[in-house]
């Protein structure tokens, strides 16, 4: 293989954490900081209209993103606040017994590799007497309409899915779990954060009631995001966590972060004119990357559905290889790895436990996410530098001598000191 150009260092394939803010973006909000800095609820002068009219047409804006009446779209600090707002607020809303009844306050139905925004506000849910429910997802990652339906209970009130994983990518059969809450009166909200903007999204057709977003995930700037709250069929009440001025049909009150939300309505409109051009040319470069990647070295394995995941995101693990050593053999390249760096120590990713990736192989994979910017020569030049990597560290190990050996590693009784 001829040895590729260097692009310039390090290389950013981390997009699933955060993606830069398209300058289209910024262009738009710049105005908003001095010129038109006024309060969209300052209803008496020109400086309040001019703030609200940004703030009406970002409402378009990420309404049309998602299918949306826009005044269905309530604006957010971001995704987790979105999820919180969805997931204790419906709980909440729509109880069935009050706390203390000695019966539970009502059913919840989620699962294990959801993001922690989600996750959590489920937990504290539990300590206050809601039953939840954490689906097990199989070895692909993907949770599917069947297993919602085997965990319903006359009681259920929730069913709170993502749409995409962040860190596998695989995507969620959204529509059919949807239209099986529809036909239950169950309330459906799906954390969409990693798929809004990416992939075609309709909340009537998907059957969804409540749908998280973010703009820094859709080259928006950080620390705003919407949650939709769908108004008929049925009307979806909420009850408010954070009580004040009464702004966002009163489900989010506080003075509206006008620069932000015109950033996302912008980053909405962006997104929708060019996912598809963007998608196809991601699921290239990616192919590219995990094909060649997997052509050159044995051992190794993609994590998650093959086919059902997002475009932009593999995620691989590597036999045979110390997770934190392979880091720091890649460190040009900024993506993320299979360990979660605790306040204690590092744990295992709990996605990829989940779906029954073993603590070693979990603490030797990478998440490659690409994004708008992504070149090839990037993606040749990170396949290069893996390679080399994974094939230098395994120089070093003994267990790989034996693994090429042919002695099968799981039968061999290890001494222990
Ligand atoms: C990033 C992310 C979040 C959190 O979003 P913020 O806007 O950073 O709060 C929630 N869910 C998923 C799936 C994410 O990827």
Known sequence: MATPNTPRLPIYLDHAATTPCDPRVVEAMLPYFTEFFGNPGSRNHQFGWKAEEAVDKAREQVAALIGANEKEVVFTSGSTESNNIAVRGAALMYEKAPANSGKPRGHIITQLIEHKAVLDPCKRLQKEGFDVTFLEPPKDGIITADMVKAAIREDTILVTLMWANNEIGVINPVREIGALCKSRDIIFHTDATQWAGKMPTDVEKDNIDLLSLSAHKMYGPKGVGALYVRRRKPRVRLTSLVDGGGQERGFRSGTLNVTGIVGLGKAAEIAMREMDQDGARLLKLRKK??????S??????????REKRLPHLT???FGFVEGESLMMACKEIACS????????????????????VGDELAHSSLRLSLGRWTTEEQIDYTIAKVVSAVRK????????DMHKEGIDLSKVEWAHH
């Open 289 to 294: 990357l995990e094909e060649t990647i997997v």
């Open 296 to 305: 050159q070295l044995d051992s190794t394995q993609i994590n998650g559905h």
């Open 337 to 356: 790895s299979g360990s979660a760096c605790t306040s204690a120590s590092l744990e295992p990713s709990y996605v990829l436990k989940s779906i029954g």
């Open 393 to 400: 560290l395994r120089e070093l190990s003994p267990l790989y």
């Open 315 to 317: 995620n691989i693990s």
